[in-house]
């Protein structure tokens, strides 16, 4: 059986990121008429590396994925969504309900058709 249509992630693999907009608790990833709100700061992974959002290169390394086409995506329920960039920098976003303080940890938008696509609590 042929799974990976399953997770809602699959949509976002092939995609552009076109904008990162950094607002006041939240990040949200653009790609082009779809957008995926993080309220949960992503982890960046560049190799061995771990960036939070507090290093002082993590702006500029989220910003260096604007462009960049996602090769693989994943949502492990109720732990993480993953994504990873062709310049090969990872996203990671945590799903633990003790990693966010409201009621959802993401949600993700398509303009094409207006609709909440899904939201993960």
């Not at 086409?69 to 990873?84: D, H, K, N, P």
Request: proline residues 3%; contains cysteine.
């Amino acid at each position: 059986m042929d799974t990976r249509h399953e997770d809602p992630l699959h949509i976002l693999v092939g995609q552009e990121l076109s904008a990162v907009v950094f607002l006041e608790d939240y990040v949200q990833l653009r790609f082009n008429e779809r957008f995926f709100n993080a309220y949960v700061y992503p982890l960046i992974d560049v190799g061995l590396i771990k960036l939070r959002h507090t290093d002082t290169q993590y702006a500029k390394t989220l910003h260096a994925c604007i462009g960049e086409v996602v090769c693989a995506a994943g949502l492990i329920e109720s732990q993480e969504i993953r994504m990873l960039f062709a310049n090969e920098v990872g996203i990671t976003i945590s799903l633990r309900p003790e990693d966010h303080e409201g009621p959802e940890a993401a949600e993700f938008f398509d303009q094409t058709d207006g609709s909440i696509t899904w939201v993960v609590y």
